[in-house]
T-cell receptor
């Protein structure tokens, strides 16, 4: 079975540019989570969806960040405009009951 | 106080050693507990869920003490391949909404 799929795997962009990260959850999973990981702050939950509905976005750092889940098999996390401090690894995870399964992550570098 | 606290280590142990990691959590209403493993530059992967009665999976044993809000992971007969960061994970609210809080992780290095 395919796991969580994320794209792109690596993204290098200049400050001020828009960045869109994509995620396809595991088929049949009804919850989707976006995380950010840095050395300083560890793994932080940004937002999560249940049945395509955003439930908790309290972890979204600023209005520059937005996330959507238009259907059960696709979600995006957008940063506009991007800043160097957004550089991190962004993980998407999905779950059916309790356990979450992570995608390989997108390594974002903003110069 | 952090919601989930772990000793960051690193723990450096020889092959074959037994090593234990501890974790404390602040939300007494938490219902779900897990250990995840993360290799360098990879995603976190579920190692095991932690149940009230304690549970074992091969060389790995997890224990939960709700009264002390304390979780442990014991690795016996450690292998070189056990070298990784181990993340203590607790659900972030009293319901089972799925929101998880991750500790900073404990790094394990197993040496030959």
């Amino acid at each position: 079975d395919a796991g969580v799929i994320q794209s792109p795997r690596h993204e290098v962009t200049e400050m001020g540019q828009e960045v869109t990260l994509r995620c396809k959850p595991i088929s049949g999973h009804n919850s989707l989570f976006w995380y950010r990981q840095t050395m300083m702050r560890g793994l932080e939950l940004l937002i999560y969806f249940n049945n395509n509905v955003p439930i908790d976005d309290s972890g979204m750092p600023e209005d520059r960040f937005s996330a959507k889940m238009p259907n059960a098999s696709f979600s995006t996390l957008k940063i506009q405009p991007s800043e160097p401090r957004d550089s991190a690894v962004y993980f998407c995870a999905s779950s059916k009951v309790r356990e979450q399964y992570f995608g390989p992550g997108t390594r974002l570098t903003v110069t | 106080r952090k919601e989930v606290e772990q000793d960051p280590g690193p723990f450096n142990v020889p092959e074959g050693a037994t090593v234990a990691f501890n974790c404390t959590y602040s939300n007494s209403a938490s219902q779900s507990f897990f250990w995840y493993r993360q290799d360098c530059r990879k995603e976190p992967k579920l190692l095991m869920s932690v149940y009230s009665s304690g549970n074992e999976d091969g060389r790995f044993t997890a224990q939960l003490n709700r009264a002390s809000q304390y979780i442990s992971l014991l690795i016996r007969d450690s292998k070189l391949s056990d070298s990784a960061t181990y993340l203590c994970v607790v659900n972030g609210d009293s319901g089972n909404t799925g929101k998880l809080i991750f500790g900073q992780g404990t790094t394990l290095q197993v040496k030959p």
